[in-house]
């Protein structure tokens, strides 16, 4: 594998990588082939501020800011682009910028970090950076004229799971122009709400204006362009000097060659047949990274311009290979602005389909060449080109040819007929031509940043002046290994008129021809084939639509009013919001920050790259590596397993297996029924076996993979709860709540119903993935742990265990998460543990933070649920009685299962009152690997249920549901079914303010209109209650401690049980702290949470943390008042360091510790008695969306909340939680789909096909209004818990869209209640609209093949 070419002779010699890393110059003379610019950044360079979320292009957590001196351009372009998969060696001659190069807090910090983190929109901070460094490359290309739609467009590929992204954008916003609503608290300035316009959700009441902004703009610091880091004027001289850029890099497996002209690039591709040509690698790079691909050359045409070139010429507009799609995109838009719309139509549909085609940061490096020769069966240029009669430019050393891109181009999967030793040259897009009508569609599950589940191109031409088709192409991805033509159809239709009949023909033969196998890669294979007849018909009515507009046209049929709608190309509207809470008390002093909304207090510092996570931590000199080995079976016995080829690869030091361990081999949160290493017998997919230590993180992943483990398999397999109910296969006990008497209740019901529904399960998709460094202290055993967990104590307790220490040689540390949502409560141990016994075993410091991919597919997450319910009612919609049996899919181990259906049991009922009620809870035990907490913990699982049975009775009546729910509403006073006395009961408040601020009435008389006009798109309304318990059912969690240490400079030093991971706990308590102690929140500090400060504490979880530690540290706080307090009644007009220093030289301890345990709680089961909750949290919600019937997609246009917090501590960190726990709700009833294979194999292990909201998912309206006046009198300062609750009012938008499949199923003449299962997926809501066109595509009858995915 030399390579003997050509390049020293033609001038061009191989040149060290030189490229600028914030300025400074670096020069890499051995740079690494297959070494991404993120490891590079972080593990070389020590700038961690640029963070690892994905690996895969998927998430912008990586993102930094790529610039280039572009000859042809004459000027320097900046592009944000993903580190994680951007070689290192694809940067020579470029300039680097990283969130550490913009500003920092030690010196100054840049606007546009500083903005995100006074917007509050900086939670657990993990995406902060990536998110900065795309709104700043934003800024460098353009700073006058920004419009909300380009930062929207900037933030495409950038994810964050904590804030709902409504205040990024807020924060954003004061870049723009554009201004947004104030949200009345402009009232007087000519405000738009208090002008009347009260159908906006309007502020009617004059106080509440009183609330004050969340940030105030004015503190901000002014963008000062003229300030910004410069191109490097070195970098600018050599890109400018001509170097030739050619490179050669050999490094341990991958050769990297870069040439300089075309004779070189193809000379080495005749040399290397096999050579792969690498642009953006963002196929490449994946293929690598998650399919176990080795390219042992690379090819880069990085600096050949007839790759790059443009040229239009008199056929279209010819783009070399390695145009980036940013690049195309661009010229053809300044082409479809320069030229008439008949030359265009392709155009255009290239430009629709580029519109949600990854994000831009993908956009910035993938090139149009790579899209093509990928060959992917779901490529969404590849049906448009060859639709359009694309022309192919193919080289080699033999010549040159062009082919077209049709039928015999694409041979089968991922293959082409382009020749060994050829290369793509160029891509002709043709103009269209008279007559022609082009459209392009892409369905996939989520709009933005998606891959297709079917996406097609069409193009007719008519016979001048007439509408007889002259000439058709269809062409499909997503149906067939490849991109198709569906040439039987097309051809059958020419020489036919544009009309219905045209329509009923093409419809029957797309049926036939575009057919699947039951058992499809990809699944949703009826759904697939409805799709081609949809994505048809809305071709069809378009064509129409065009028809009739244009003039001279023989006969075109006559468009009806109620089909326009489907002809609409989807239009995003920049979002609006409004953010209101109740002002502090006047008069409340200034330095009291206790319910101001108060900046997260590390949000600078995560917007700046400085806060430091687990994995930010520098490496220990002698610190080690570990990958995972983990089961590629469901249930099997392990029959041997061979490291030997594992210890024999690059770099590895030592495998873990489970004779490693000291101590014992079980664990588990709660029950140890799990083990830490599987020794003979393992029972899901994941199921962690060893591992391997290695010298690299690289080294160790590749090293597991050699591990060869011999199975043997064992029956039952049982993946879903269907199969767990089949097979009885239920951990013990089965749960019962049960009140008053059913029999009765249902003997004197009008009437009788039955239904059920399945939710899916959801991953938490925290940005951070679980992280665990291990240091042997040395000496008795003793050992450090620093993880990224909710659960200090329990990971001490259970590496103690494994290690076979006692618990005080095992210190655990948390500095902070980037996110938990209750994924690091119990399942970050299986990690630390691990990692534990390899660094006990080695006596070494050990690191492991899991890659995307593993991270999903060992930790698990929430619990599918499968209800099944009898409800009685009278005609009034009053519930009599309900029968309700629930079984979660627990997985292969207890974990926490048990009290995550208790939870779902307590909320059964959610906010109804239900005199003879019964719910029976199972937990399945399955071969999936272990479920655990999850934000809710089961309550919306139980409630999701609950509001199904209700919109059942609704719909079996025929009567408003918003009217049902309010009869059954709870009042003050009444019995839960647990026999739970409902006191400082707000429901009914929050409800009527919800309908008056939702102004629901209006909008369902306006929907009830808009459904009546159209047939394709409805629009769908629901208004939501929610109850949610505060306090661990667990009776003895209910604790707290806090340790405070005062210095005698005044400093405080904080510490107390709770961690963070984003939701403002540690900001919260210093808030306490600083009212109790009366000192200035800059006193007071927050380093980390540790096991040996503060022990045995309840994990961060249940939403009482704030409840728990804020009245511990409280306590804590009061004790060291009081023995201030003598000094301060001495020298009243001294300083605090006075009184502090004073107290000090007296021998005063300023050390305290706190205590608290809520009073009163403890509930049992075999009595029904007792009280499991402290207090509960109540909040409303109300949607409206509008759905295409088509297509199944939805659009979140509006949705009110009403959240009663009580007296908030911190509005803005509650408000942030309302919202970001709302936004996680959406995702978990219309979005995220966790998707098994029949074999408990999971698919979706990142964000290509685990799609969580992104940024263009919020809802166009969003108001939030925290119930005003509401104290509650059982938690500190009379707030409320607030970090679950709001999670289950996203349910109003699956409700919503329920309401909209209604109003299609009613014009298809379906009336009764049907069955929608979560998530209100587009397949799901598709599938519920049937009509003629669904027809046709009849499912395969169930038990006759076998699915690719099943529902679990
Ligand atoms: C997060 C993410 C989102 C994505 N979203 C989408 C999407 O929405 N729609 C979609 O269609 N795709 C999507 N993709 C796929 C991918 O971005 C595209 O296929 C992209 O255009 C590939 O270009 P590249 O330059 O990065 O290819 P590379 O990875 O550099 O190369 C890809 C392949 O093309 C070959 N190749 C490249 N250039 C030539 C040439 N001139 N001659 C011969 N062979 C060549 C390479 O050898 C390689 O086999 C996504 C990928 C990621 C990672
Ligand atoms: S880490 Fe690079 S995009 Fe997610
Ligand atoms: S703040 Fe965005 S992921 Fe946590």
Not at 976 to 989: A, G, K, S, Y
Not at 1270 to 1286: D, F, H, L, M, Q
Request: aromatic share 8%; hydrophobic share 40%.
């Amino acid at each position: 594998m030399t390579w003997t070419g050509t390049w020293s002779e033609s001038g061009s010699v191989a040149e060290p990588l030189v490229l600028f890393v914030n300025g400074r110059k670096i020069v890499e003379n051995d740079a690494d082939p297959e070494m991404t610019l993120l490891t590079y950044l972080r593990r070389k360079l020590g700038l961690t501020g640029t963070k690892l979320g994905c690996a895969e292009g998927g998430c912008g957590a990586c993102t930094v800011m790529v610039s280039r001196f572009h000859p042809q351009h004459q000027r320097v372009l900046h592009h944000a682009v993903n580190a994680c998969l951007a070689p290192l060696c694809s940067l020579h001659l470029s300039a680097i910028t990283t969130v550490e190069g913009i500003g920092s807090v030690a010196q100054k910090v840049h606007p546009v970090q500083e903005r995100i983190a006074r917007a509050h929109g900086s939670q657990c901070g993990f995406c902060t950076p990536g998110i900065v460094m795309s709104m700043y490359t934003l800024l460098r290309n353009n700073t006058t004229q920004l419009k909300m739609a380009d930062v929207e467009e900037a933030f495409q590929g950038n994810l964050c799971r904590c804030t709902g992204y409504r205040p990024i954008l807020e924060g954003y916003k004061t870049f723009t122009k554009e201004v947004g609503c104030c949200g009345g608290r402009g009232v007087a300035n000519g405000c738009c709400l208090a002008n009347g316009n009260e159908a906006d959700g309007s502020l009617t009441n004059g106080s509440e204006a009183e609330s004050v902004p969340l940030f105030n703009t004015s503190d901000f610091l002014p963008m000062d362009p003229t300030q910004e880091v410069i191109f490097p004027p070195e970098l600018m001289s050599l890109s400018k000097a001509g170097l030739s850029g050619c490179l050669r890099f050999q490094g341990e497996r991958v050769l990297w060659l870069q040439p300089s002209t075309l004779d070189e690039l193809l000379l080495l591709k005749s040399q290397h047949q096999d050579a792969k040509l690498v642009v953006g690698n963002t196929e490449v790079g994946i293929e690598v990274k998650f399919k176990n691909m080795l390219y042992p050359v690379i090819l880069a045409p990085a600096f050949i311009p007839e790759l790059h070139a443009v040229e239009h010429t008199e056929e279209g507009v010819l783009f070399g290979a390695a145009c980036s799609l940013t690049c195309v995109g661009a010229e053809l838009k300044a082409t479809v602005d320069a030229l008439t719309p008949d030359q265009t139509q392709v155009f255009k549909a290239v430009l629709e389909q580029l519109r949600w085609f990854a994000g831009l940061q993908i956009r910035n490096v993938a090139a149009i060449g790579g899209n093509i020769m990928t060959a992917s069966p779901i490529s969404d240029l590849n049906p448009v080109l060859m639709a359009a009669g694309s022309k192919l430019t193919l080289i080699s050393t033999e010549g040159r040819r062009v082919v077209q891109m049709d039928s015999s181009f694409f041979l089968s999967y991922r293959k082409t007929a382009v020749q060994p030793g050829e290369i793509l040259l160029n891509v002709l897009i043709p103009y269209s031509t008279q007559g022609q009508h082009f459209s392009a569609f892409k369905q996939a599950p989520r709009r933005e940043d998606d891959i297709s589940i079917v996406t097609t191109a069409m193009s007719v031409t008519f016979v001048t002046g007439t509408t007889v088709v002259k000439d058709m192409k269809l062409s499909y991805g997503g149906m067939a290994p490849m991109t198709v033509l569906a040439n039987q159809t097309a051809r059958k239709l020419i020489g036919r008129r544009w009309g219905e009949e045209l329509l009923q023909q093409a419809c029957s033969s797309l049926a036939e021809e575009m057919t699947l196998d039951p058992s499809a890669p990809g699944g949703m294979v009826t759904y697939r084939r409805t799709l081609t007849l949809s994505l048809f018909y809305k071709f069809y009515l378009t064509v129409l639509r065009r028809l009739q507009e244009e003039e001279g046209v023989d006969s075109v049929e006559k468009l009806r009013p109620d089909c326009l709608s489907a002809t609409e190309l989807y239009h995003h509207e920049t979002p609006s919001s409004i953010q209101l809470y109740q002002a502090v008390p006047k008069g409340q002093r200034q330095e009291d920050v206790v319910g101001r909304p108060m900046m997260h207090l590390s949000a600078l510092k995560q917007a700046t790259g400085e806060a430091v996570y687990c994995d930010d931590i520098p490496m220990y000199k002698n610190e080690l590596h570990l990958a995972l080995v983990t089961s590629t079976k469901a249930h099997a016995q392990i029959l041997s397993i061979d490291v030997s080829e594992a210890e024999k690869m690059p770099g590895v030091v030592t495998c873990v297996l489970a004779k490693d361990i000291p101590g014992s081999n079980r664990t588990g949160p709660i029950l140890l029924d799990e083990t830490v290493l599987a020794e003979d017998r393992v029972t899901c997919v994941g199921h962690i076996i060893g591992a391997v230590v290695a010298d690299s993180q690289l080294h160790a992943q590749r090293a597991a993979k050699a591990v060869r483990v011999k199975y043997q398999e064992i029956h039952p397999v049982i993946i879903t709860i269907q199969d767990a109910i089949a097979a009885q296969s239920f951990f013990q006990p089965i749960r019962t709540i049960q009140r008053g008497d059913l029999e009765a209740g249902f003997r004197q019901a009008d009437h009788i119903l039955e239904g059920e529904i399945h939710i899916g399960g959801q991953e938490h998709f925290y940005l951070e993935t679980n992280v665990t460094v291990a240091v042997p202290r040395g000496e008795d055993g003793e050992i450090e742990l620093f993880v990224s967990t909710q659960s200090a104590a329990k990971t001490q307790s259970l590496v103690a265990m494994c290690l076979g220490v006692p618990s005080s040689r095992v210190v655990v540390r948390v500095k902070r998460m980037g996110g938990g949502f209750g994924g690091k409560e119990s399942r970050s141990t299986l990690l630390s543990t691990v990692v534990a016994i390899a660094a006990n075993k080695l006596k070494q410091p050990v690191r492991c933070m899991l890659d995307r991919d593993e991270d999903m597919l060992v930790s698990g997450g929430r619990h599918p649920f499968y209800g099944k319910y009898k409800v009685g009612y009278m005609d009034s919609g009053k519930i009599l009685a309900l029968d309700l049996t629930y079984y979660s899919n627990a997985g292969n181990s207890l974990d926490l299962s048990l009290s995550v259906m208790e939870r779902a049991l307590f909320h059964m009922e959610n906010s109804y009152s239900i005199p003879n009620i019964r719910g029976c809870g199972f937990v399945c035990r399955t071969n999936l690997p272990s479920n655990t907490a999850f934000r809710g913990f089961g309550g919306p699982q139980g409630m999701m249920v609950a509001e199904s049975w209700m919109s059942d009775v609704a719909q079996s009546l025929g009567k408003p549901a918003e009217e049902v729910r309010r009869i059954n509403l709870y009042v003050q006073g009444e019995l839960t079914p647990f026999n739970q006395v409902l006191d400082q009961l707000t429901l009914e408040r929050c409800w009527e303010e919800c309908l008056s601020r939702s102004n629901y009435h209006q909008r369902r008389a306006a929907i009830q209109s808009y459904n009546r006009q159209n047939r394709w798109t409805k629009q769908g309304l629901a208004i939501i209650p929610t109850k949610f318990g505060i306090g661990f059912t667990a009776t003895f969690l209910n604790q707290a401690g806090a340790l405070v240490h005062i210095y005698t400079d005044g400093s405080v030093l904080l510490t107390h049980g709770g961690t963070e991971m984003g939701q403002g706990l540690h900001t919260k308590m210093i808030q306490v702290a600083s009212r109790v102690l009366g000192v200035s929140c800059s006193k007071i500090h927050i380093s980390e949470t540790s096991t040996n400060t503060v022990p045995n504490t309840s994990p961060t979880a249940a939403s009482a943390s704030s409840d728990l530690n804020g009245a511990a540290v409280q306590n804590a706080c009061e004790i060291l008042q009081k023995r201030l307090e003598p000094y301060k009644t001495k020298n009243p007009k001294g300083s605090w360091e006075d009184w502090v220093k004073n107290a000090y030289y007296d021998r005063v301890n300023l050390s305290a510790n706190g205590f608290y345990k809520t009073p009163d709680l403890g509930y049992n089961f075999e009595t029904n008695s007792g009280r499991p909750f402290n207090y509960f949290s109540y909040g409303v919600a109300c949607s409206e969306v509008e759905i295409d019937c088509l297509t199944g997609s939805h659009k979140n246009l509006h949705s009110t909340i009403v959240m009663d917090v009580g007296h908030s501590l911190n509005p803005a960190i509650d408000i942030g939680q309302v919202e970001g726990g709302f936004m996680q709700g959406l995702g978990l009833f219309t979005l995220e789909e966790l998707r098994y294979s029949p074999q408990g194999f999971l698919y979706t292990r990142g964000p290509g096909m685990y799609k969580i909201p992104a940024f263009g998912d919020i809802p166009t309206q969003l108001t939030v209004s925290l119930l005003r006046d509401a104290p509650n009198v059982k938690a500190i300062y009379a707030s409320k818990a607030v970090g679950e609750p709001p999670l289950f009012l996203a349910s109003s938008v699956f409700f919503a869209i329920k309401d909209a499949v209604s109003s299609s199923r009613s014009d298809a003449g379906l009336s009764a209640a049907f069955r929608l299962d979560s998530p209100a997926t587009p397949e799901r809501v598709r599938m519920a609209c049937p009509d003629p066109l669904s027809s046709l595509c009849p499912p395969a009858a169930p038990g006759s093949f076998i699915p690719w995915d099943v529902q679990v």
